[in-house]
């Protein structure tokens, strides 16, 4: 009597290929390793939560604290907000990427709940 197995056919390979190809898109374009994407980004003060979520900062008047970010070569090369930073401040924030296209930088190191600058690529 024959034994048949799944691997005979062609779907558990199309399975295979398809988590591959996403597995490796995720890795490429939104995992925390993934390389920014140079250009200017857009960025906002923020707070992240224990639950690490952000919550938009204000000033007394209600207005947000935002400011304006440039990346060359993947890293962060220029951030201003009110006046910009050097880049030896710069060099000291700890960079957080979500993906290609946003990140958030901090100079507290705590793990969780602490002040941010969230920055999303302008257009």
């Not at 034994?3 to 005979?8: C, I, Q, S």
């Not at 996403?22 to 003060?45: E, H, K, M, R, V």
């Not at 030896?88 to 709940?113: C, E, N, W, Y």
């Amino acid at each position: 009597m024959e034994e048949r197995t799944m691997w005979r056919t062609w779907k558990p390979y199309a399975v295979l290929a398809v988590l591959a190809i996403g597995g490796i898109w995720w890795w490429n374009a939104q995992s925390p390793f993934a390389t920014l994407q140079d250009g200017s980004y857009s960025c906002t003060g923020v707070y992240v939560n224990e639950d690490s979520k952000y919550e938009i900062l204000v000033d007394s008047a209600g207005q947000r604290y935002s400011g304006t970010a440039r990346v060359e070569g993947g890293e962060l090369v220029e951030l201003a907000g009110a006046t910009p930073l050097t880049t030896t401040q710069i060099s000291r924030l700890m960079l957080k990427s979500t993906g290609t296209t946003k990140f958030h930088v901090t100079d507290d190191p705590a793990t969780k709940m602490y002040n941010a600058i969230a920055c999303e690529l302008a257009g």
